[in-house]
């Protein structure tokens, strides 16, 4: 599937509500699995990644009704997870796949994980090492480190565990084997990485102690069933939040966005940029701080980006790569290689597509080097699978002189369905 995107002449105004956080979505499908009694979830995200975690957890026997952004999960514990019949395929899911090898770490039985092209080349020994040695059986390719993965859960005991990556995948997959494992597991990390597992998980009645970078979960731990409303997902909103503040004439409003601080560093660097950004009607929605975003178009300014903001944007860097080509100056974005290992090598796939358009950008070892401002120019690109690459480019599309044709599109349908039909509600 491929998708013209032309200049946009008139500015981008209008209001918009973004679809359901993932990170959040993934959890309230795959902590209402585990919990005692059923699950409502509201604000569902819809997206192919987060229908491959309903779809995993309906093979492993839990009853789940999704329609729309509404989701019903009938959890009968633990237990109530049994030994599947059939391969749980996480297509191109990476959250699917290790928060669910944390889940799967302890359960008595044998699981099949297997996912699309992209996850076949994702690093997994991070989640797998750890939950061997908490006693689980795992094998896979390169020694258990690529899918296909094969998993026996059993009987584990806790650890105390220093990851070297700040990730929330990490992070979660182990204190999820936590709550079924012998006596207290600990995770440490070198930056916070987003916190939806901690913040959901109380919400589910457990308990979770936090000191500094260190999070402990005591093992023998039940989960009630919850309503979970999911606020707007700030990762999508980021593709707009870029539009707003580059496309001439614009001023966009974004209702119901998540704004946990864990995951604002999009927010932090448009202001340190310039960006006309205000943050309007500030509340919290299932220990979740929500807010309504608007952006209207200014001049902007480079900035160097690293250090602890990196896992608090990491999902945002494509599209502030396309921002940094409108900024004055030179933008470095450094401590980044998380990037190489995401749904794409994102440090090469944001260079050479937004090269293709006259971008002046210039990979380097842990993240990238843009110069601004540059006029982009129309050519056509690639989302090599990467929904947020699909996203990005288009953007850049909204201010190229002549059209962006973005190949391989229906990659973003894994977060953000209609993003197509929001670009064009806003014209
Ligand atoms: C996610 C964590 C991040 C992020 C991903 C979603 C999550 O990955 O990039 O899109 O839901 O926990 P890492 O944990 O690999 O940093």
Redesign the pocket.
């Known amino acids: 599937m491929n998708n013209k995107v032309e200049k946009v002449t008139g500015g981008l105004n209008g209001t918009i509500k973004v679809p359901g956080d993932?990170?959040i979505s993934?959890?309230a499908v795959m902590f209402g699995a585990i919990a005692n009694g059923t699950t409502t979830i509201e604000g569902f995200l819809p997206g192919d990644d987060c229908l491959s975690t309903i779809d995993c957890f309906q093979k492993l026997g839990v009853q789940i009704e999704a329609s729309g952004d509404k989701v019903k999960v009938d959890g009968k514990g633990w237990s109530g997870l049994v030994e599947p019949t059939e391969i749980l395929d996480v297509g191109n899911s990476?959250?699917t796949t290790?928060?669910m090898l944390g889940i799967l770490a302890t359960r008595p039985f044998h699981s099949v994980v297997i996912g699309d092209a992209s996850i076949a080349k994702r690093p997994m020994s991070r989640v797998t090492e750890p939950l061997r040695q908490m006693g689980a059986t795992i094998d896979g390719r390169n020694n258990g480190d690529l899918t296909p993965l094969s998993i026996r859960g059993g009987h584990t005991s806790g650890i105390d565990f220093t990851s070297k990556?700040?990730?929330?995948?990490?992070?979660?997959s182990i204190l999820l084997a936590g709550l079924q494992s012998e006596g207290v597991t600990s995770v440490t990390e070198p930056h916070l990485?987003?916190d939806?597992?901690e913040r959901m998980l109380q919400a589910f009645g457990v308990d979770v102690q936090r000191e500094g970078l260190t999070v402990s979960v005591k093992g023998g731990q039940e989960l009630t069933s919850q309503h979970i409303v999911v606020p707007g997902d700030i990762?999508s909103a980021a593709f707009f939040l870029v539009a707003g503040a580059i496309v001439p004439s614009s001023r966009i409003v974004l209702e119901n966005v998540g704004v946990n601080p864990t995951r604002t560093g999009i927010i932090d660097v448009l202001q340190q940029m310039g960006a006309n950004l205000e943050l309007m009607n500030e509340r919290e929605t299932n220990g979740e701080p929500v807010a309504d975003l608007v952006i209207s178009t200014s001049e902007l300014q480079g900035c160097e980006i690293d250090g602890d903001i990196i896992?608090r944007l990491?999902?945002e860097i494509p599209v502030i790569a396309v921002l940094a080509t409108q900024a004055q100056g030179k933008t470095v974005i450094r401590d980044a290689e998380?990037l190489k290992?995401?749904e794409t090598n994102r440090i090469d796939t944001v260079v050479s597509e937004l090269k293709k358009l006259g971008a002046k950008i210039e990979a380097t070892d842990d993240g990238m080097i843009i110069e601004g401002p540059v006029q982009l120019q129309g050519n056509t690109v690639n989302s090599h699978g990467d929904h947020r690459i699909g996203m990005a480019m288009a953007i850049a599309g909204c201010i190229a002189n002549g059209n962006v044709t973005v190949e391989n599109s229906g990659a973003i349908a894994v977060s953000y369905p209609n993003f197509f039909e929001h670009i064009n509600n806003l014209k």
């Open positions: 993932k990170s993934h959890r990476g959250t290790r928060l990556v700040a990730s929330a995948q990490v992070k979660s990485s987003r939806h597992t990762s896992p990491i999902d998380e290992v995401k």
